[in-house]
């Protein structure tokens, strides 16, 4: 079982940067960051292997960036030229494995940190 605790959300004006943290227990292989706007489905925004290989959504490519501290287990989320339509809770997902931008290929999930940007 890996535990995922997120952090480093919160409120930002509109062109704003956040970054966003998620620290494992374990060993992971692959560690995305998801996000769920209200009334809409959970989207993937960007993975990272641990090769350090990177994906990412077509909404936040150049703005977004994904990387990692093998050593510490830890993703990170840079988040540049924020919009308001990325307002968003932010979930940090891992699998064990080689894994897309489909949830369902996660079997770990954290529990989220909002991030709100106002325009």
């Known amino acids: 079982q890996v535990r995922l605790v997120e952090s480093g959300g919160g409120s930002v004006q509109a062109g704003g940067s956040l970054r966003l943290s998620c620290a494992a227990s374990?060993?992971?292989?692959?560690m995305a960051w998801f996000r769920q706007a209200p009334g809409k489905e959970r989207e993937g925004v960007a993975l990272i292997f641990r090769t350090g290989s990177t994906r990412y959504a077509d909404s936040v490519k150049g703005r977004f960036t994904i990387s990692q501290d093998n050593a510490k287990n830890t993703v990170y989320l840079q988040m540049n030229s924020l919009k308001p339509a990325d307002a968003a809770m932010y979930y940090c997902?891992?699998?064990?494995?080689?894994?897309?931008?489909?949830?369902?290929?996660?079997?770990?999930w954290g529990q989220g940190t909002q991030v709100t940007v106002s325009s």
């Open positions: 374990g060993y992971t292989y692959t």
């Open positions: 997902a891992a699998a064990a494995r080689g894994a897309s931008l489909r949830e369902y290929d996660y079997m770990y």
